[in-house]
């Protein structure tokens, strides 16, 4: 018996769609969504919704939706807004499960637009049906056994391995209309919108169980539930490279993302330490993005962090070398061997240094010889070639011979051709591997594929250690809002054994923070808080009343897993003196990390507590630390 489809699945692999709102009038929305999912080549049903036509572009159209008598898979509704809630009633009573609301004009445009959008995902959410949108631009399958275009992008992808999500519809529109002159392929592309049910989660959850999918890429302006974006991961339950180019880096930036989708967003550098924390790759822009996701799928993750570079100009292999070390990489040393070999052939006026220079009469020939020989070197891990077109050589042989090369190392190509190459390059080349336009492209590739390898490595690793950080007990304290009396803080440092001063009094201040009289020392900040997305967040650094100015702090989820405390500490200036420095001798560490620890603890079994702080933590001696000011603040909810 053939198993039924997921709702989710259906979104991808339909076997019959319905378009809500079809039309015959040309370049309307409900005519061009029919067009290009027949011009790409779908070969399930299709099911125009119109009482006015007869026929759509060769599809029989219907009335109305109870007309069809047969199975939909996936709705497909391009309604006005007033009309959306009605259409999703008449897709929930004909029992439709997989719906795509490409209709805007709900939370993005204020109070009555979240209403209606609330109304119609509490609808979607009863009847256990799922909902892409609103305010999206559709879905993609380029495998060869589905060809889906649901969108109004006018480029038709090549296929590859890569699911590409996009929170905004504009954005993507724009990648794929491009996609001639950048030759992006991908298995799945879908945009989300406002994501009122179908989010980030849901989709990478889909996708690391789909086995078509390799690499899964994300455009977001903001994350629905960071906390279970990154948990899988964190865990160890992941094994995909997740690529995310997140929006709203500056104030400005997140301003313009919650007008855009309605989206609430996080602070950005607590963003940005727990996508590293889980291994998500965070791109700086769609052609790091793209290029990293290119690189996953064509090349072998490198081995190490020793390039070779193959160049035949003098200036982009500086900037390809100045990357390099920018990224955490390395001019490999050549071997005596791999530099005499290369001295039968290399120009005398050239170079058989790392970078080698072939000079711009370097050939096809002499430019594969040279990158098989770095990568046959045992001191070479990955190799750069870098073609910079003469009058004398031309690109598409050169870039042919070098993606004939087999090996178990990554051999990525720079090449900076005359534009006529391209269109040539995308219809001739035998293998039509990715290709990089910027000197500086491989290096950041390379430094992903290591960074994703590093940490796959390092999660396997501790596994085991690290499946009692997720199996804690929450509780509620039951305590009134507000920052906790001494009496009460004294308390919880007591249970989680925390060195709160037991001389003197306490000093009350207008925040009820426990303070006593101690030695003074270096000072520390150790500080717990809920981030609106990522839920409990951990901060360590530099402390003090300038604590704000010196900006020393690093920052991590309080899902704290094996290796993730030192990070922290090594990652500050202050960590760097607890280690001893000018002859001075070090701390403590590991009590230092027993601490962070426990406060990591106390923010994940306390669901109460909004806010935990300790500053000063004075380190006071090898092996002691003070708490001298400790606050806690519960919610009032």
């Not at 109304?119 to 305010?135: Q, Y």
């Amino acid at each position: 018996m053939k198993k039924e489809k997921g709702a989710l699945e259906k979104f991808f692999y339909p076997e019959s769609i319905c378009i809500a709102s079809a039309s015959a009038k040309k370049y309307s929305k409900g005519y061009e969504i029919i067009r290009a999912i027949k011009n790409y080549g779908y070969g399930g049903k299709v099911f125009p919704i119109n009482p006015k036509a007869g026929e759509i572009l060769g599809y029989t159209c219907y009335h109305t939706i109870g007309e069809i008598g047969e199975k939909i898979d996936l709705a497909i509704i391009m309604v006005p807004k007033g009309s959306a809630e009605a259409a999703v009633d008449s897709l929930i009573a004909g029992r439709v499960t997989s719906m795509i609301l490409f209709t805007a004009g709900f939370k993005e445009t204020g109070k009555e637009g979240a209403e209606l959008e609330r109304r119609i995902t509490g609808k979607i959410k009863d009847s256990g049906a799922r909902l892409v949108g609103p305010n999206c631009m559709g879905v993609i399958n380029a495998l060869d056994d589905i060809r889906l275009n649901a969108t109004f992008a006018a480029g038709n992808p090549e296929t590859g391995a890569t699911g590409f999500f996009s929170q905004s519809g504009a954005s993507s529109v724009a990648l794929l209309n491009a996609l001639r002159e950048t030759d992006i392929k991908f298995a799945h592309f879908i945009s989300a919108g406002n994501k009122a049910d179908i989010n980030e989660n849901d989709i990478l959850e889909f996708w690391q169980g789909d086995g078509n999918i390799k690499i899964a890429a994300f455009y977001l302006e903001s994350f629905e539930d960071g906390l279970n974006f990154i948990l899988p991961s964190l865990k160890g339950e992941r094994e995909k490279p997740v690529i995310v180019l997140k929006a709203g880096r500056t104030e400005s930036g997140m301003k313009a993302a919650v007008s855009h989708t309605g989206a609430l967003c996080s602070n950005d550098k607590v963003t940005d330490a727990l996508l590293k924390q889980a291994g998500i790759i965070r791109a700086e822009d769609l052609n790091e993005m793209f290029n990293t996701a290119g690189g996953f799928e064509n090349f072998p993750i490198p081995k190490g962090k020793r390039v070779a570079v193959i160049t035949n100009a003098g200036g982009p292999a500086i900037l390809c070398v100045d990357s390099l070390e920018k990224e955490g990489l390395e001019l490999a040393v050549l071997s005596e061997e791999t530099k005499k070999d290369l001295r039968t052939f290399v120009h005398p006026e050239g170079s058989v240094e790392n970078p080698v220079d072939l000079l711009p009469g370097g050939t096809a020939e002499t430019f594969k010889h040279a990158a098989a020989l770095a990568a046959a070197d045992i001191n070479v891990d990955a190799v750069i070639s870098i073609f910079v077109e003469p009058v004398m050589v031309k690109p598409f042989e050169v870039v042919e011979e070098v993606n004939s090369l087999v090996s178990d190392k990554p051999i990525l190509q720079v090449v900076m051709p005359l534009p006529e190459f391209w269109e040539r390059y995308g219809k001739n080349s035998e293998r039509k591997l990715p290709l990089y336009r910027n000197p500086e492209d491989p290096p950041e590739v390379l430094a992903n594929m290591l960074f994703f390898d590093a940490f796959q490595n390092r999660i396997k690793r501790n596994f085991n250690n690290n499946r009692s950080v997720f199996e804690r007990n929450t509780t509620r304290n039951n305590l009134p809002g507000g920052f906790l009396p001494p009496p009460e803080i004294d308390r919880l440092c007591e249970k989680y054994n925390l060195p709160l001063v037991k001389n003197g009094p306490f000093i009350k201040d207008g925040q009820n923070s426990a303070q006593r009289v101690i030695d003074a020392g270096h000072e520390l900040l150790i500080r717990g808080f809920r981030d609106p997305s990522f839920g409990p967040v951990i901060m360590f650094g530099s402390g003090g009343k300038y604590a704000e100015i010196f900006g020393d702090t690093a920052v991590k989820s309080c899902y704290l897993c094996g290796g993730d405390i030192d990070d922290m500490i090594d990652s500050t200036k202050i960590g760097m003196i607890l280690k001893g420095v000018r002859g001075e001798a070090g701390f403590d560490l590991n009590e230092l990390k027993r601490i962070i620890n426990s406060c990591s603890r106390i923010m994940i079994e306390n669901e109460d507590i909004i806010e935990f702080e300790i500053n000063p933590l004075l380190a006071v001696s090898n092996n002691r630390y003070d708490a001298a000011d400790v606050k806690i603040k519960f919610t009032d909810q």
